[in-house]
């Protein structure tokens, strides 16, 4: 099935909310569920969390396949819940990829946890399922060190599947693929929303609570893996593409 445009979706919802049949408190599930169903995407496990990424491009909805990679999913949602990438903006454009999430906005820096002043990392999540096979896989950019990942991330704009089992792959583009081939160098993120949050955070309860369970029974917590040092150069953006 092809991928409906930004126009069509538009054109669509104006003509439910002429006929009355729409409100526009359901317009945005509409959207949603017409950009989730418009492509066939990897097996994922239960109800993943849709982003919708509005740019000064148009807007890029992202799946965010939060039952296959969950510590590199929890980390971009998170981001997102706190409006971190509102107003970051893409900083490398190549034939092959657009990188954004830059605090800085040269690929050179980091997240820093306001509640620690420190940097969080997340330490390389590799799922066999999830790969660089075609234009719209959305993953984690890092420096040399692979578990250097913070916030920077990167979208495909062809299949790179050389680059598989090296970079955590996390996600997929569902809708406004055209609209990834139009960011330039300098275009900016205007906003970014999990569209179905609700049930996102039921079941990031229901994960929350089972996970304190199993700590609780085997009276250790476990810890995150990987260096929280930075890579050669300071960087944890610039990819060694």
């Known amino acids: 099935m092809n991928l409906p445009s930004l126009i069509t979706i538009r054109t669509w919802t104006k003509r439910l909310q002429t006929k009355k049949l729409c409100s526009a408190k359901l317009l945005l599930p509409l959207l949603v569920v017409m950009f989730a169903h418009a492509n066939p995407t990897p097996a994922y496990a239960g109800q993943d969390p849709v982003v919708l990424m ?26 997102v819940n706190r409006g971190y990438y509102n107003g970051k903006i893409f900083h490398r454009v190549e034939n092959w990829l657009i990188q954004g999430g830059c605090p800085f906005g040269n690929g050179q820096g980091n997240f820093v946890d306001p509640d620690t002043g420190q940097v969080r990392y997340v330490p390389l999540e590799i799922n066999r399922n999830l790969g660089h096979g075609q234009a719209g896989m959305v993953a984690m950019a890092r420096s040399a060190n692979p578990n250097s990942a913070s916030c920077q991330f990167y ?33 900016q993120i205007i906003s970014a929303q999990i569209a179905n949050n609700e049930n996102h955070r039921n079941n990031e309860q229901s994960q929350n609570s089972s996970q304190s369970s199993d700590e609780g029974n085997n009276q250790k917590s476990s810890q995150n893996t990987g260096s929280t040092e930075q890579g050669s150069g300071g960087s944890s953006g610039e990819s060694g593409f």
């Open 54 to 79: 509005s740019t000064t491009k148009g807007t890029i909805a992202i799946r965010v396949f939060a039952g296959m990679v969950p510590r590199t999913a929890n980390n971009f949602l998170d981001l």
């Open 155 to 187: 979208i495909l704009k062809k299949g790179m599947p050389q680059l598989n089992g090296q970079y955590a792959v996390f996600g997929m583009v569902v809708g406004g693929l055209q609209n990834v081939y139009r960011i330039g160098i300098g275009d």
